[in-house]
């Protein structure tokens, strides 16, 4: 059986025992992520596997630091075809909203949507030039104003809705994403604290469990993004978006993605 299938039927049995659970367990508490076996294991991930905290967390930034560096303005035309709506072809699926919207509406008008960044760009002031401001890990299309609510505030759970959010919340400092894509969030975070290790001439990212961090390079709220990969496991778009990333535009992968599990190994 291909990895891939070993992996799906992983991911089946895992849902299947967390349901199970639930109807015992009143105040249900996400299974952490299992372990997964990829494709990849033997050839990419070949140093890190087997290692544990900081020795997996430097592995891994090795292993993912060589990569194609795109344009800003070459981020658009990658986000119409990674986050394309698997249901319309015209169309992206914006992150926090949830909208299908016409790839052809990019831009910075009201009812346009723009390049969201994920690791807010003033959480480590590297703003949008080449580098982790155009890392299409973490860049995904969002409506203008969803976009503009969200801001830089840090992520961490409760609030209230507003127009178009999609079932997002957000309060006074921090933006909870929809269900869907709260694990999406948590592998994004993570991977840029990995993949930016302060070793070349961006600052070091990393997670801390704040939500006042304004200008400084960190990013919260680790021990709610830490619950939400388990609760929201990598599902076929995130994974294929993994996998265009590393084909068709960059040439690296997001380890979170393929193996969930390393969130808890590393944090
Ligand atoms: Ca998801
Ligand atoms: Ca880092």
Do not use: C
Not at 93 to 117: A, C, F, P, V
Not at 188 to 201: F, K, P, Q
């Amino acid at each position: 059986m291909p990895a891939t299938h070993i992996r799906r039927w992983k991911s089946v049995a895992l849902a299947t025992a967390t349901v199970l659970v639930g109807l015992t367990a009143p105040a249900l508490t996400a299974t952490p992520a299992a372990a997964t076996t990829t494709a990849y294991d033997s050839t990419y991930y070949k140093n890190a596997i087997g290692k544990t905290g900081t020795s997996l967390k430097s592995s891994l930034h090795t292993i993912i630091s060589p990569q194609t560096k795109l344009s800003y303005s070459a981020v658009w035309g990658a986000l119409k075809v990674t986050d394309q709506d698997p249901n319309n072809s015209n169309n992206v699926k914006l992150l926090y909203s949830g909208i299908s919207r016409s790839k052809s509406l990019n831009g910075g008008d009201s009812g346009d949507w723009n390049r969201e960044h994920v690791w807010a760009k003033s959480h480590g002031d590297f703003g949008t030039a080449t580098g982790p401001g155009t890392d299409l890990h973490h860049l995904r299309p969002e409506d203008v104003q969803v976009n503009s609510i969200r801001g830089n505030k840090d992520f961490d759970n409760g609030g209230s809705s507003f127009t178009n959010s999609g079932g997002s919340l957000t309060d006074s400092n921090s933006f909870e994403p929809r269900d869907a894509v709260k694990g999406d969030v948590a592998r994004m975070i993570l991977y840029m604290a990995v993949r930016y290790e302060g070793d070349d001439s961006w600052a070091d990212l990393e997670p801390n469990d704040s939500v006042s961090n304004g200008s400084a390079p960190y990013h919260g709220r680790l021990s709610v993004l830490k619950q939400w990969n388990d609760e929201d496991p990598p599902d076929a778009f995130e994974e294929r978006r993994n996998q265009l990333i590393y084909t068709n535009y960059q040439g690296n992968r997001n380890p979170f993605i393929d193996h969930p599990e390393w969130v808890e190994a590393i944090w």
